[in-house]
C-alpha cells in the first residue's frame, strides 16, 4: 500500500460525525493570531509620514483627506487567512450511508474448543473482545481438528455473543487442534468479504502451532490485516499454571504484526482494536468512503473578507 497515504491524515481528529482531517494546519491559527495583535497595535496607516512632515500640516492634511484605516484592512486579511487554515484543515462530516462500507475493517475471533475444560474462559476472552472493541463487524470461527465458520460478519453483539456462551466440547465434533485449518478459513473469509484491513484475534491455548501457522501469520500481516494472539492458560486447583505456551503464541502474533496478551488481559487488546479505526482514516481511499471534506466550500467563504478590502472605501 501507498506508504504516503498512510502517512497522511495519521493524527486526525474526531468528535461524533464531525472530524477534523488535517488537524496540524489548525497550528497556524494561533501565529495568524500574534500578527494580528502586532498589527493592531502599532500604527501603519501613515507610514514615515509623522517623522517626514510637521505634525500640525500632517493633521491639517486628514482634516481635509481622511486616512483609510489600514488596520481595519489587515483585519480582513487575517479573518480571510484564518478561515483558509481552517479549510486546509479539512472539516469533514461522516456520511450517513456509510456504515455499509464498515467490513472494511472487520474482526474475526477464531476460538479453540478443542480442550472442553478452557472453552468457558475462552468464551469470556471472545466476549469482552466483542463488547469493548467498538463498532465493528465481527465474525466467529471455531476449530478444533477442523475449522468451522460459526457466524459470519456481523454487527449484532448480541447475537454472537449468545453463540459464544452456547458453545461446548461437542460443538466441533473433530478431535485435535488444528489452528491452520482455522486460518486458512479466515483468509478465504476475509477475501470474499473484501476487508480492508482485518483484525483477527486467535484464542487459544497454543497447542498445534506449526511453521506452516506462521507462514499464515505473515501472510495476513503482508495483506495489511493483524494476527493477535490471547493465550489462554491451563490453572491447576491450586491456582499454578500446568503448561504455558506463551512463546509460541507470542511468535505467531509477533509474524501476524499484533498483539500477544493473555486471556485475563483481553480489556488491552480489545482497547487496541477500537483504536484501529482511527489509524484507518490514514487510507485515502477509506478517507473518501467514510467522509466528506467540506474545506473547499470555506474557501469561497474565505473570499469574502478578500472582496470587502477592495471597496473603494477601504483603498
Known amino acids: ?13 474526531i468528535w461524533g460525525n464531525l472530524a477534523i482531517i488535517r488537524p496540524y494546519w489548525l497550528a497556524i491559527l494561533p501565529i495568524l493570531a500574534c500578527f494580528l495583535y502586532y498589527t493592531k497595535s502599532h500604527n501603519y496607516s501613515l507610514g514615515d509620514w509623522p517623522r517626514a512632515i510637521d505634525p500640525k500640516l500632517l493633521d491639517e492634511m486628514l482634516h481635509y483627506q481622511p486616512r483609510a484605516d489600514a488596520r481595519s484592512g489587515a483585519s480582513f486579511i487575517y479573518f480571510s487567512l484564518a478561515i483558509l487554515v481552517i479549510a486546509l484543515s479539512g472539516p469533514a462530516m461522516r456520511i450517513s450511508d456509510s ?3 464498515r467490513n472494511m475493517d472487520g474482526s474475526i475471533i477464531i476460538l479453540d474448543v478443542s480442550r472442553e475444560k478452557l472453552i468457558r474462559q475462552a468464551a469470556a476472552a471472545a466476549q469482552t473482545i466483542i463488547s469493548q472493541s467498538g463498532a465493528r463487524q465481527f465474525g466467529l470461527v471455531l476449530y478444533a481438528g477442523d475449522a468451522y465458520l460459526a457466524c459470519p460478519l456481523t454487527d449484532d453483539e448480541a447475537s454472537i455473543e449468545s453463540l459464544i456462551f452456547a458453545i461446548d466440547g461437542r460443538t466441533v465434533p473433530d478431535g485435535g487442534a488444528n489452528p491452520d485449518a482455522a486460518l486458512s478459513l479466515v483468509k478465504q473469509i476475509l477475501d470474499k468479504s473484501q476487508i480492508f484491513e482485518g483484525d483477527i484475534t486467535l484464542i487459544s491455548d497454543g497447542l498445534g502451532i506449526t511453521d506452516r501457522t506462521h507462514k499464515l501469520a505473515k501472510a495476513f500481516a503482508i495483506s495489511g490485516h493483524r494476527l493477535h494472539t490471547l493465550l489462554i492458560n491451563e490453572a491447576a486447583a491450586d491456582g499454578s499454571i500446568l503448561t504455558s505456551n506463551r512463546p509460541a503464541m507470542a511468535s505467531l502474533a509477533h509474524a501476524g504484526n499484533g498483539l ?15 483504536t484501529r479505526d482511527i489509524k484507518n482514516f490514514s487510507i485515502s481511499a477509506r478517507l473518501g468512503i467514510e467522509w466528506k471534506d467540506y474545506g473547499r466550500f470555506l474557501l469561497l467563504i474565505a473570499a469574502i473578507p478578500l472582496l470587502l478590502f477592495f471597496r473603494s472605501e477601504a483603498l
Request: glycine share 0%.
Open 260 to 274: 500477544a496478551v493473555n486471556a485475563s488481559n483481553a480489556t488491552d487488546l480489545a482497547k487496541e482494536i477500537s
Open 99 to 101: 456504515k455499509q462500507y
Open 1 to 13: 500500500r501507498d506508504r504516503n497515504a498512510r502517512f497522511e491524515n495519521k493524527q486526525m481528529i
